[in-house]
Structure formats: structure tokens, C-alpha cells
């Protein structure tokens, strides 16, 4: 069975206070690593895909890495809209089905 | 944003009435999923359509139907709601069985 797990559970940090945040997985044969972010009353909404081990993945103040067996989204000089909850799925083997984990809820205050 | 449409938005209903919620896209992808999500828990699949008339069950699907006629529309039935069911309802789409998920905003059904 997949299973993702991310830490913390929240974080709190000053604007522009670097940070990251974790997902670990354990999953038969990676397909495919999803990084969203979900803001209150939202849909989650994606940002990243990540196929293999050494990949990144930039967006803005966001990176995202993976080995085999945990990705990083490194959030860099953080702003207050970054604020959300940030999550994490993966797809593995022959069973195309995401398994999402409980999320990271990042507040950034001014 | 992906063209996803969740209705109705907020629903409240009593224990033992069928509920339906319903999804539209406008992609034309053919992968339709319906997800909960609920403290504790985060997101878990319902069921998932890969094609019209389609369908599979995911993780919890016991006391859900869903079905698919068409291309856009994906339907999620509760036949008897509980309590248990309470709960934030996300609609998502993608165009291949390992491309992103694209999700709509949710529906939030209060079973009293």
C-alpha cells in the first residue's frame, strides 16, 4: 500500500525566512510525484510533477526536489500569499491512483 | 484554470435522503475522479471514471454510486446520507491516468 507522509503538520514563518517542507513516500515503483498547494475554500491546485530521483522543479520562490524517498518544496524568501496548505501525492506501480498525504499548512506572516 | 464545475457549491440534508452531486468539464479530458476530504484524513478517492460509462472504485467507496453518460459530466450519488458523510466533495479531471489532477473548488454537504 502507498503512503505519503508530511512534516511538519504546520509551520509558521517570517517573511523572507526560508524554509522546507517534507514528503516522505513509500510507493512500488514511482510514477510520479505531485506537489499542490490548497488555499481555504479552494480546490487543490497543482504545482509540480516530479518523475524520477535528482529531478527540481522551480516555480517562482518555489523548488521542488526528490529522491528516492522523500521530495523537499523548498519555499525561498517566503511572502504572506504564499500561505496555505501545501500537498503531496504520489502514483506507483500499476495502480494509477494518487494517494494524497495530510497536507503541510504553511502560514507566513508579514 | 482547468474548466471544472461542482455543483451545488453547499448542501445540507438530513440522514436517509439520496444526495447527488454533480461535476462538468469542459476539458474533454477522460479521467473523472471524486475525492473527500476531511481533517485527519486529507484527501481519499471515492470513485474514478476513465471513460463514459466507465467507472472503478477507490478507498471508500462503500455508501457512493457514481455515474458517467457523457464526456463532461461525472455524477456522485449518496443513495441514503449519514452523518459519516459529511464531509468537503472534490471533483478532479485529468487527460491521462498518471497526468496532474486538476480539481474543482469542492462542495461541502452537511449531513444532519
Known amino acids: 500500500e502507498d503512503q505519503v507522509t508530511q512534516s511538519p503538520e504546520a509551520l509558521r514563518l517570517q517573511e523572507g525566512e526560508s524554509s522546507s517542507l517534507n514528503c516522505s513516500y513509500t510507493?512500488?515503483?514511482?510514477?510520479?510525484l505531485f506537489w499542490y498547494r490548497q488555499d481555504p475554500g479552494k480546490g487543490p491546485e497543482f504545482l509540480f510533477t516530479?518523475?524520477?530521483a535528482g529531478e527540481e522543479k522551480e516555480k517562482e520562490r518555489l523548488k521542488a526536489t526528490l529522491t528516492k524517498k522523500e521530495s523537499f518544496l523548498h519555499i525561498t524568501a517566503p511572502k504572506p500569499e504564499d500561505s496555505a496548505t501545501y500537498l503531496c501525492a504520489v502514483v506507483g506501480g500499476s495502480n494509477y491512483k494518487l494517494t494524497f498525504g495530510k497536507g503541510t499548512l504553511l502560514t507566513v506572516n508579514p | 484554470d482547468a474548466g471544472i464545475t461542482q455543483s451545488p457549491r453547499h448542501k445540507v440534508t438530513e440522514t436517509g435522503t439520496p444526495v447527488t452531486l454533480r461535476c462538468h468539464q469542459t476539458e474533454n479530458h477522460r479521467y473523472m475522479y471524486w475525492y473527500r476530504q476531511d481533517p485527519g484524513h486529507g484527501l481519499r478517492l471515492i470513485h474514478y471514471?476513465?471513460?463514459?460509462?466507465?467507472?472503478d472504485k477507490g478507498e471508500v467507496s462503500d455508501g457512493y454510486s457514481v455515474s458517467r453518460s457523457k464526456t463532461e459530466d461525472f455524477l456522485l450519488t449518496l443513495e441514503s446520507a449519514t452523518s459519516s458523510q459529511t464531509s468537503v466533495y472534490f471533483c478532479a479531471i485529468s487527460a491521462e491516468n498518471s497526468s496532474p489532477l486538476h480539481f474543482g473548488n469542492g462542495t461541502r454537504l452537511t449531513v444532519t
Open positions: 471514471s476513465y471513460g463514459v460509462k466507465d467507472t
Open positions: 516530479l518523475y524520477s
Open positions: 510507493v512500488s515503483g514511482l510514477r510520479g
